[in-house]
């Protein structure tokens, strides 16, 4: 009697419980479930375009052929955008960690934020429409005085819209990733070290190059990486910016092309194979990106193992 | 008495002697100033040049003159200074740049009457060469693209936020920092990296296969930006219910209350604050997805009302449409001007965004009583 009236409260909560549990574990289980799904149906849905007959697919050479100007295209971009936004991103997160005075930091943090809330159409647009125009005499000018370099070769594109405008444009949308993963980095600095260098008669860039930047090495680096997967997957600073081509060399004439560009400029008019075929370049961004990103967070997870400083 | 002040002053001068005097920045900063001034008058004035001209002629006077007084460990030291204060003055030229941009050629489009209240149905390129002949007003709007984009954005907050924070729970409450756990955290981060496209093309591989191909609504781009989003929310989440203090859990299973009671009643209240503002940032961050939309949801003119039927516009593929094809090709001003317009309201719906999630993190924010 006393047993069954004390078991059936907790019996209703043990359901509960379990429901509950259940859900939980059935959410995770799903995020894994769509990574997954992802990748397979991408697989399924770009089958078609692997196994066509070579003649069949875009440009009649088949699809290896046809990608691979475009991968080589996104990794120009991607190299243009990080080669911009690396030195400018730890700059600007050791000015806010090291230099700023402490009042202004956290409002620094969040103007630096701001450029990461712009929508990138915004970006795209204004690449397009305001910085393609002004950067091109800039252009005309490396071509008249730096000819001799295949990567700046002229004649240089009258619009401005070619790969470097495009990849100016990345630098700007990966820069706030950089940024905030270096400065979350350099605040974790030990405190100790830096005091000690200083104790010791260094001045503020020798502490940073001798107690901040080697602590912070790994992190850089992963922050890069993960800076150079948002570059290498961002579509519409490249669709509207670049007038895309063939792929060419110089960096400054019109021509090259990316694969989320290819995809978002062909994709809604698409239909068959060709459909499969765009699946099929979206599968092999895909596969490019996930790559850097585990590597990425590889080295992450390493560093904050062996890490005594937190 | 003269003969005991006199090495007083030498021994001040020479605790100073090795040190620029502190006025040193401002007459550098000045004399730059000038003289990048007064070059550019020779060549011809702009702003622009005048401020990259002067910024460089400060850091060579500055780190020259540290050199010849300090020596060469603090002129590098000065000179490191001046790279990390103008790398973060670079980074905010494309913010000022991008922000005036859109405001100037955003206001005369926000102006337009009807403009947000009209879509773009039944407006053709004949309107358009109309009022950049005629001088007739530029007509449509992007009431069309707004629902669109309100309706595909609170579809994927409903699929999303339950996912996310049952996820977050399961993680921080039950996970035990299992295999299973770590495998989740490891994948969620790697999902956060998906490129946008890459989820459009997911969402339009799996409705193809499993409604049909040719299968682009409302739904289908929800589905897109809830790959996107998830991930955020996940994070987000798993932070705030991280940081809530373990002795409310002990004092709760204490008192008899059962695990799931626990949580839904003591540990999500006092995360809640920092949950929604996640949850608003991740929303900030879907919104203004171009890419996905673009593949999953095609780009309509009229309004729709139906997320799970027909093509749905959505802001960022109506800017992206009107500049790429302006609806008349031989006069794009009209076009632009809507798409800037467009550009306006978006960035002000993201920025109310962001802020709304600071605000609802300040004022929801547990009163610990301290």
Request: net charge positive; charged share 10%; with cysteine.
């Amino acid at each position: 009697m006393t047993a069954t009236s004390l078991r059936s409260p907790q019996g209703a909560g043990r359901t509960g419980d379990k429901i509950f549990s259940g859900a939980a574990l059935a959410a995770g289980c799903l995020i894994l479930a769509v990574l997954f799904g992802v990748a397979l149906f991408l697989v399924v849905q770009a089958i078609p375009a692997l196994t066509a007959p070579a003649d069949k697919i875009q440009g009649g050479a088949g699809f290896f052929p046809y990608i691979w100007p475009i991968v080589v295209g996104t990794l120009i971009a991607a190299v243009i955008a990080l080669v911009i936004a690396t030195p400018i991103a730890i700059g600007v997160a050791l000015f806010i960690s090291h230099f700023a005075p402490r009042q202004l930091a956290a409002g620094l943090g969040y103007v630096v934020d701001l450029l990461a809330a712009i929508p990138s159409v915004v970006y795209g647009a204004w690449g397009a429409a305001f910085l393609a125009k002004e950067i091109s005499p800039a252009y005309n000018w490396l071509a008249g005085n730096l000819g001799w370099l295949p990567i700046l070769q002229g004649p240089a594109s009258a619009t401005g819209k070619t790969i470097l405008t495009a990849g100016i444009v990345l630098s700007v949308m990966v820069l706030p990733i950089i940024t905030s993963l270096s400065r979350e980095i350099f605040l974790q600095a030990p405190k100790l070290h830096e005091e000690a260098a200083l104790a010791l008669g260094a001045t503020r860039w020798e502490m940073i190059k001798m107690a901040v930047l080697p602590f912070a090495r790994p992190g850089i680096i992963s922050a890069v990486m993960l800076g150079l997967g948002r570059a290498l997957g961002e579509t519409m600073a490249v669709a509207l910016v670049l007038s895309s081509g063939a792929l060419t060399a110089s960096l400054i004439q019109s021509g090259n092309q990316t694969i989320a560009a290819e995809i978002a400029l062909n994709f809604p008019e698409a239909s068959g194979l060709k459909v499969s075929t765009l699946i099929a370049a979206g599968l092999v961004l895909f596969v490019i990106t996930l790559c850097v990103n585990m590597i990425a967070r590889w080295i992450i997870t390493r560093h904050k193992e062996f890490s005594g400083a937190n | 008495m003269t003969a005991t002040l006199t090495p007083v002053r030498s021994k001040r001068s020479a605790l100073t002697k090795g040190q620029l005097p502190k006025y040193a920045p401002y007459v550098v900063l000045a004399t730059a100033l000038i003289i990048g001034a007064a070059v550019l008058a020779l060549i011809g004035f702009n702003a622009f040049g005048w401020g990259i001209l002067s910024a460089i002629l400060f850091a060579a006077g500055l780190v020259g003159w540290s050199a010849a007084v300090e020596g060469s460990r603090k002129a590098k030291d000065k000179l490191a200074t001046c790279l990390v204060v103008g790398s973060f003055l670079v980074a905010l030229l494309p913010l000022v740049s991008v922000i005036w941009t859109v405001l100037v050629n955003g206001v005369p489009g926000i102006i337009t009457p009807g403009f947000l209240t009209n879509s773009m149905n039944g407006v053709t390129g004949a309107y358009d060469n109309k009022a950049v002949e005629a001088g007739a007003p530029v007509l449509g709007g992007i009431y069309h693209a707004l629902l669109g984009t309100v309706q595909i954005t609170l579809l994927a907050t409903v699929i999303s936020v339950p996912v996310g924070l049952l996820t977050a729970v399961y993680l921080v409450e039950y996970g035990n920092d299992g295999r299973l756990a770590r495998a989740i955290t490891f994948f969620v981060d790697v999902m956060t990296g998906i490129p946008s496209i890459v989820a459009g093309l997911f969402a339009a591989a799996f409705f193809f296969a499993v409604v049909g191909p040719g299968t682009k609504t409302g739904a289908v781009a929800a589905v897109a930006l809830s790959v996107l989003m998830i991930p955020v929310v996940v994070r987000s989440s798993e932070e705030m219910l991280k940081i809530v203090p373990n002795e409310l859990r002990e004092a709760a299973y204490a008192l008899g209350v059962r695990k799931w009671r626990t949580i839904l009643k003591v540990v999500i209240p006092t995360a809640i604050s920092g949950i929604a503002s996640g949850v608003t940032l991740a929303i900030a961050r879907v919104i203004g997805e171009t890419a996905p939309i673009l593949v999953t949801a095609g780009f309509a003119t009229n309004i729709n009302n139906n997320v799970f039927g027909g093509w749905m516009a959505s802001l960022p593929t109506f800017i992206y449409t009107q500049i790429l094809n302006p609806t008349s090709p031989s006069n794009p001003g009209p076009s632009s001007q809507r798409a800037w317009g467009a550009a306006l309201v978006l960035i002000i719906l993201v920025m109310i965004l962001n802020l709304g999630a600071r605000l609802i993190a300040r004022i929801f924010a547990p009163k610990t009583g301290r």
